[in-house]
């Protein structure tokens, strides 16, 4: 396990963030064994855990503080607020009144009376940023936050964000948890190098797709029990999944090509798109999000792997830089692409 300084925090963090959001109920959802592997994560080198309040309805919270509880000066823990934690309108969103209620939760659930780094799991379209900024900075100034993270945002809204924490005088977002894996470049063209230039972390998620860069689908083929594209999966329950995505050829071209490159550099294709992802310079920390142990195995495996760049050029061929294959989708809902908004009536 290698080790990076977090943005300009002076944190250090692993290379690798375990990501919690299969634990739990929606999940895997044996709480043993959910314990066990974040105690695997942390002896082999994890210093670093993300989950949110929404994962599993707290319950990934709730797992985590109680893996880490005797051993929480080791571990940096993340986590986030935003989407909906019950029935209510304002159970949910990035105003003043729900992120003051939504801490406190988390904190419950955490077991601790602080947080590392405390996320906006989603830029909220309909509230002013620069009152989420204040309501947050109150957070560090009591001491139940120690940094601000966004998740998910625009490249414009991550500048707008800096440019209002400086005018307002508020603390910053210091990291920026994005999707970005071979399958999801896009983010290449203006989200990274904004990171890089406002000098923050990056946290990038899903660098597996979902699972689609371990080689587990495979065309032709039904989706293995139990993963994330298997029918019976909660994920296909909800509006996480598309049919673009369960099926596009171009995902399955990719694969393929992928594991003849995977199998020349002497790696397996989970390596690769782990150390892919590891390899942009503005990438502090890879979140993996294991199922299973074996799963947490495989991850570990690929922290000290380094691509040459003959490698690389050979993936940029599969998925050319800042481009996304069918079905990523970074910014869903996002007001400026509705049809009132990019169109006109012709006078």
């Not at 880490?68 to 000066?73: A, F, G, H, P």
């Not at 607020?81 to 992120?99: D, H, T, V």
């Not at 150390?275 to 502090?284: I, L, R």
């Not at 691509?307 to 050029?313: F, V």
Request: net charge neutral; aromatic share 8%; proline share 5%.
């Amino acid at each position: 396990m290698q080790y990076r300084k977090f943005g300009t925090t002076g944190v250090t963090v692993s290379t690798q963030c375990l990501g919690t959001m299969n634990f739990g109920r929606l999940g895997h959802t044996d709480v043993a064994d959910c314990l066990r592997i974040i105690g695997h994560a942390l002896d082999n080198g994890i210093t670093f855990i993300d989950t949110a309040d929404v994962y599993s309805g707290g319950q990934s919270e709730e797992i985590v503080g109680q893996a880490v509880r005797s051993r929480r000066d080791e571990v940096v823990i993340a986590t986030k607020c935003f989407y909906p934690m019950g029935s209510g309108a304002n159970q949910r969103g990035g105003s003043r009144r729900w992120i003051t209620r939504a801490v406190e939760g988390s904190l419950r659930r955490l077991g601790t009376d602080y947080i590392d780094l405390y996320q906006v799991h989603k830029l909220d379209w309909d509230t002013d940023v620069e009152e989420t900024l204040g309501a947050l900075s109150d957070l560090v100034r009591q001491g139940k936050v120690l940094y601000l993270g966004s998740s998910s945002y625009p490249a414009d809204w991550i500048v707008e964000a800096q440019w209002a924490a400086a005018r307002r005088r508020t603390e910053r977002f210091v990291c920026e948890q994005s999707q970005y894996s071979i399958f999801a470049r896009s983010v290449e063209q203006a989200v990274l190098p904004a990171c890089a230039r406002h000098r923050m972390a990056m946290i990038p998620w899903s660098p597996l797709a979902g699972g689609w860069l371990t080689g587990k689908y495979r065309r032709g083929e039904k989706a293995p029990a139990g993963s994330r594209f298997d029918p019976a999966s909660p994920f296909m329950r909800g509006s996480v999944s598309t049919e673009e995505e369960r099926t596009s050829p171009a995902r399955f071209d990719a694969v393929e090509a992928l594991r003849v490159i995977a199998d020349q550099a002497g790696v397996s294709l989970t390596a690769l798109a782990l150390a892919f992802v590891g390899s942009h310079p503005a990438v502090t920390s890879t979140i993996v999000g294991p199922r299973t142990g074996r799963h947490l195995d495989d991850a570990l495996a690929a922290a000290d792997v380094r691509l040459d760049e003959d490698t690389l050029d050979a993936i940029d061929k599969v998925v050319p830089p800042g481009t996304d294959l069918p079905g990523i989708d970074h910014f869903v809902h996002h007001p400026a692409l509705a049809a009132g908004a990019r169109r006109r009536p012709r006078g």
